[in-house]
Structure formats: C-alpha cells, structure tokens
C-alpha cells in the first residue's frame, strides 16, 4: 500500500487549505484513513480518521469545527479541508491507513495504522 500526500504549502493565517492523500497498491473496501500531524519540535499528534464507508469520522476536539476529512471512493483519496488556520497548525501533515476498520475510540491511536505517507509542509504565517 503506498499513500501520496500532497496540497501542503504556505498559506495567510485565516485562510483554507486542502490535503490530499491518494491510496494505491493493495487495498480494500472496509479500511480506516487517518491524517496526523507533527508541529515542529513536537510530537506527532493526531487530527483525523474517517472510515472508508464513512460509518465514523473522529476529529481532534481541538480541530472540530475547523478541519473536515473525507474519502473520494472514485479517486480513492482521503482529503482534508482546512479552515481558518492559524500558525499553530504549522506542521508535515501525514496520511495513515490500516486495510481494517478501527474502532472510533481508538482511530486517534497511531499504533493503529499500518501505512504512513511521506509527509506534506503546511506553514501558516504572514
């Protein structure tokens, strides 16, 4: 399985940006996707997880209101809209896939995932 992660870039405090990571190789219908992220000097955290058939969704209760995840099944990517960054939200945005689902309580576990992306820079400043 390989994951693609691309729509980073510098972006103005208050405005949008939007991620990508398309799925490809090996992959099956009932998967779980997930973004995290690493803010500089910091550890990686988690921001998002949707399930393939979009039974649940999970955010980070800092990000709920601001970031949404989605699954395009056609394009096989999982994409995440962002809204209103700030400059906290600077960090490489990964993609995560497990080929299974994950129960909701444990979608922001990155022990979970099996398939990490490469990583795409988000840089919100003026």
């Known amino acids: 399985v390989q994951l693609q992660a691309s729509g980073g870039g510098l972006v103005q405090p208050g405005g949008p940006l939007r991620l990508s990571c398309e799925v490809s190789?090996?992959?099956?219908?009932?998967?779980?996707m997930g973004w995290f992220r690493q803010p500089p000097g910091k550890e990686r955290e988690f921001v998002a997880a949707i399930r393939w058939n979009k039974s649940a969704t999970r955010y980070a209760d800092s990000l709920k209101g601001r970031f949404t995840i989605s699954r395009d099944t056609a394009k096989n990517t999982v994409d995440l809209q962002m809204n209103s960054l700030k400059p906290e939200d600077t960090a490489v945005y990964y993609c995560?896939?497990?080929?299974?689902?994950?129960?909701?309580?444990?979608?922001?576990?990155?022990?979970?995932?099996?398939?990490w992306g490469q990583g795409t820079q988000v840089t919100v400043s003026s």
């Open positions: 190789g090996r992959t099956v219908s009932s998967k779980t």
């Open positions: 995560a896939a497990r080929l299974s689902y994950i129960i909701s309580s444990a979608m922001d576990d990155m022990s979970e995932y099996d398939y």
